[in-house]
């Protein structure tokens, strides 16, 4: 079915183009953009008034954990779909970290029909640089890429060899394939489960040192200057890697970085009594990391946001906090919780969906994140004021780790668009 949204604000930093108007899409492509608001309407097209609300690219997620296979009691490819869709994610990569882990090509393309057949968004595999994640032995790039993975990346694992991790970035851009990778020096990490400091100690919980993400992402951007490869820094939590990532990026465009909308909203702090639901890796920061991250954002030295969307459930979550799984469900919270920045005059509009939109497109090579002529209608209705309480019982995603239970928000996906097509709308009585 065609369709046309209009009354639109229609919001797209590709073109960073902000202005009143109207889109018409065909075959689940948009077909036309109308500034002045008056498009021809086809026969039997779907009319959606937008009441000024904003239209903006769906969002694209670059870092999501995903149950199946192995742990669908956790989240499947159709839940996680639904959670997604509720929070005006129409794309999101897929991390490898499975039961089996997706190591092999068989895998991907299985995982690419499975999401076909039963998510309402689109799923991007990603695929390991080593096989099993065990940081050991390099994956078959080749086969992987032919396969349909978008990016090679080891998940929550971080490689601690040199030499091999230098061998994955070389063969990586060979492929010029994207390498994702997190950054934690094992023996700095140790055992610590939060951010090292005054807090912690008043707690009596291990700390992890800023220095087991800087050491490992100084090595990565100087292996990465040296191979060529595109090469993004998973989530930077802490101001000194901002400094490192920024110095780099004058010396190459291919190389970027991303941050975890936990990381961009929240501080050691939120971990309050022991709250194991903020027990997240990297740890939350200190106010002044939080801050030296915003500052990254605004002045382009960090690239994306993402969800960091990992669940868990509850027997893993609910033990003392040392003794407790890390990570947090996001998809669904994502969007809100980034608008905090905007509505509290720390980053403009603009740079926040960038940073959800073109700029995952753009380092994972996709036609989406964009409002143009012939690009995928992948679209989010958004009003920026809607006010709403995140509650645990609501939410879609199957667990309900959620570090913002309880929190109160500004801002939220009214309608989600995947390929032209309805996959989430908001109830007449909840707009009410």
Not at 107 to 119: C, G, K, M, Q, Y
Not at 348 to 362: F, G, W
Not at 395 to 402: E, G, I, P, V
């Amino acid at each position: 079915m065609n369709l046309v949204i209009r009354n639109a604000r229609i919001v797209d930093p590709a073109s960073m183009t902000d202005q009143s108007g109207s889109v018409l899409v065909e075959g689940g492509r948009i077909a036309d953009l109308d500034f002045a608001d008056a498009p021809g309407i086809p026969g039997g097209a779907e009319v959606i008034d937008a009441k000024g609300l904003v239209l903006a690219p769906g969002l694209i997620d670059m870092r999501v954990f995903v149950g199946e296979p192995g742990k669908e009691y956790r989240e499947t490819l159709a839940s996680a779909g639904e959670a997604a869709a509720a929070g005006g994610v129409t794309s999101f990569v897929m991390m490898p970290d499975t039961t089996p882990v997706v190591d092999d090509g068989a895998l991907v393309d299985f995982l690419i029909r499975r999401a076909e057949a039963t998510a309402k968004v689109h799923i991007l595999p990603a695929a390991a640089i080593t096989k099993g994640v065990g940081g050991a032995e390099i994956t078959e790039f080749g086969l992987l890429k032919e396969a349909g993975a978008v990016c090679f990346t080891d998940g929550k694992q971080s490689i601690q060899s040199n030499a091999l991790i230098r061998a994955a970035f070389t063969y990586a851009a060979n492929f010029d394939m994207p390498v994702v990778h997190h950054l934690s020096d094992r023996e700095l990490t140790g055992d610590g489960v939060m951010n090292e400091g005054l807090f912690a100690t008043v707690l009596g919980l291990r700390g992890i040192p800023v220095e087991a993400e800087t050491i490992p992402l100084a090595r990565d951007l100087q292996l990465a200057l040296l191979t060529g490869v595109r090469y993004h820094a998973a989530q930077i939590s802490a101001g000194n890697s901002i400094s490192l990532v920024r110095e780099a990026k004058r010396r190459s465009e291919r190389i970027s970085a991303g941050v975890s909308i936990n990381n961009l909203t929240l501080n050691e702090n939120d971990v309050g009594r022991y709250r194991t639901y903020f027990k997240l890796a990297p740890p939350l920061r200190s106010e002044d990391d939080r801050l030296a991250i915003i500052e990254g954002l605004r002045s382009g030295v960090i690239d994306t946001i993402h969800s960091d969307h990992d669940p868990q459930d509850t027997e893993v979550k609910r033990q003392p906090f040392a003794e407790a799984s890390g990570g947090a469900i996001g998809l669904e919270t994502l969007l809100a919780a980034a608008l905090r920045l905007v509505h509290s005059g720390e980053v403009d509009l603009m740079t926040v969906l960038r940073a959800m939109t073109i700029r995952p497109a753009q380092i994972l090579s996709l036609e989406t994140g964009r409002i143009a002529r012939g690009a995928p209608a992948d679209l989010v209705l958004v009003d920026l004021d809607y006010p709403w309480q995140v509650k645990e019982t609501e939410l879609r995603s199957r667990s309900r780790n959620t570090a913002f239970e309880g929190a109160r928000l500004a801002g939220k996906a009214i309608r989600t668009i995947v390929g032209g097509r309805t996959v989430f709308e908001m109830s007449e009585e909840a707009l009410a």
